[in-house]
């Protein structure tokens, strides 16, 4: 496999003005004819001679290739492993060429495949040229039409990117349908669907007055499961308008949901195709998480229409440039129809858990990368996540008006073409006249930097000393790191919990009691005057960069945040704090007793009148075990889990009468509304019903099961389940009763089957290798469903108790599947395998084991290149 740089970045030899498509869609084949109008790049400089034409294919059978209407015989092109290379003699010319394809057989996933009997397609970002030979790169913008030709009965559905222009009968009671994308695109965007389906139809007004329809397609069981999608899209498509300005551009917009797919959703032009897990839901069947992020996928995708479609990328390094913006378009919608201080919480600590450790870890990369082997393994939190809170800080500096003109000028200058992560900053700073040359180093260098802050006061003067010094750890090819330029939002508290004005110097608008410091050296001091006593700073309010922070907060200084910081999201984090000290602790020492401060002061946010139920909800959920292991010098995975839940089960014996009012006092009946404050309410009752299950009463264990058996939505439902299955006083006969009686009612819906099989392999109690591998021959069990293997193996390997049970069974269950995945679709399988990369970060007798396991995995002959680097690159 070959390293591919983004410094060998060259524009193509050709450009492909338009492209035309017919599709044959038959049972166990597909003949594709592609016929492109090629023109010579005129900036590349080939003296005289043209440069031979090498387009991009894999697992094609070429039928027939016709240059300029003249067939070229085998011996006028060469074909070669993932290229097919032919001489050009005119600077412009037609290539007709004719591939047969078996999309029945496709397990990839890429390219055009089938799931349960439809025929649908994911090219990003290189599988359109397992459909037909191709400039297969974001720089090469086309103008597509499509002709999908199929058996009418089973496949009365055509679809594919544009608006329909024409449609008719064939013999052999075949159809056809032809769709014209009027805007040019590169092929990742291009999509096809056939199959058996339904839609539910709306309509969308755009600012200037113009009617777009919207459906929403799905296999007709599911489609009174649509709603809450087509409500999300209505206002993605509004809120655009709103807050930057974008209106929709063709008369069409679709969504199909299939119910096979490698990741959440795609963003084809005009026709956006879901994992069916991303767009239906009901309050029988979907969590809140679920409506909400049904929400929020629906947005991101529609928001890429303009952020990756409209402007798109220029190679796959530029990523983060469609990806980073677009999360935060998505994030700043999801905060908008929803609790922002929420989002902002739930935002920065999947980045802390999840991405700092991929950061920390062997696949560590910049936002832009360097380099990769494949790019599938580039879709990642870095990239998206971090992407977007590089994003968010040049907002932040910005502020929001200016931050509108650079996306409006950004939008302006590159309407049409693919662009680079510089283009985006570079009409950033000419809008805003805002100098961004250090900044740029978040697009260059890895690794999460870290900021000291030490500080100093000088009773006799009043003058208080805040120094903040910044570091970066190195990261793979980076060893020594330029200093970042951070925003650094503050605000200091005196002795009542009262914010000081800011008088310092080097700050402007002093007197204002909250501030975002740009710190740009790698080490700064303050000097705020006139503070009677030592103030407590507030650090990195609103988590204004992704970056760690070091101070020396004692436990009194974290419990007075918790009660008295204005800012939700440090106030979550002075909780998170104190819990990490705590289960640390007695991770070193588990004979300990629990912090009786720690206690105390869950007690106190439990009975605060004032604190948003959300916010409350919140802070109440101790650091994740992923978050703890991510924090840990060295990993100790049994003993986190065990400190964790004693220090759970200590606040729930202290506080049990208060936790059981508040859970009763939001046990009342309503319908169901998937809304921000109906929310709060059930997410704040079911944590509340996760402490009861971890006192030490019998008795909860029938509050445990009312709940599970009344529940009017699947909200309620699905917390009492996992409650039931992880409680301190299991009974078995109930997790049996529960199961069982979960299967039954559910065991015809695909989506919450998923879930059925998570909650046991992600189970400290049920979810040993035994388990796991019984549950994988289960009837309702899919192995060719990236959702059923991502809920399986995923939860198991998050479930710190038996994926790291003491001999390495576990790691050796999951090389097994890796191995045997990687064959029929190496990008769930090189996903899947990730956890195993972190071996270095355990204690010795895991990491050992785990890296055997890696090993193991390296040997095997053949691997994709997807499973390769990601082996290659962590051992
Ligand atoms: N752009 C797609 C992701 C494609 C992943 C390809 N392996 C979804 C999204 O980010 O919106
Ligand atoms: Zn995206």
Redesign the pocket.
Known sequence: PRTIYLKDYQAPDYWIDTTHLTFDLYEDHALVTAVLQMRLNDDIGCGGALPALVLHGEELDLVSLHRDGEELESDQFQLAKGTLTLPVEQPRFQLQIVTRIRPQENTSLEGLYKSNGMFCTQCEAEGFRKITYYLDRPDVMSVFTTKVIASQARYPVLLANGNAIDQGELENDRHYVTWEDPFKKPSYLFALVAGDLECVEDHFTTMSGRDVTLRIFTESHNIHKCDHAMVSLKKSMKWDEEVYGREYDLDIFMIVAVDHFNMG?M?NKGLNIFNSSCVLASPETATDATYQRIEAIVA??YF?NWS?NRVTCRDWFQLSL??GF??FRDAEFSADMNSRGVKRIQDASLLRTAQFAEDAGPMAHPIRPESFIEISNFYTLTV?EKGCEVVRMIHTLLGADQFRKGTDLYFERHDGEAATCEDFVKAMEDASGVDLTQFRNWYSQAGTPVITVTDRYEADTGDYHLTIAQSCPATPGQEHKQPFHIPVGLALLDEQGELLPLNAEGIHAEGDKEKVLSIKQTEETFVFKGCKSKPLPSLLRNFSAPVRVRYDYSKDDLVFLMKHDTDSFNRWDACQRLGVMAIEQLVEQSEQAVDPQLVDAFGAVIADPELDFAVKAEMLCLPSEASLAEQAEVIKPLAIVAARKKVKQAIAEAHSEALLALYNELSYERDYRPEATDIAERTLKNVCLGYLAAEDDAECLQRLAEQYNDASNMTDRRAALGCVVDARHRDERLVERVLTDFYDRYKDDANVMDDWFAVQSSSAELGTVEKVKALMQHDSFDPTSPNKLRALIGGFTRNMTHFHTAGGAGYEFLADRVIELDKQNPQVASRVMMPLTRWKKFEPAASGLMKKALQRIKAVHDLSTDVYEVVNKSL
């Open positions: 959703a963003e991101h995708e890429h990756g469609k990806e677009t999360v998206y």
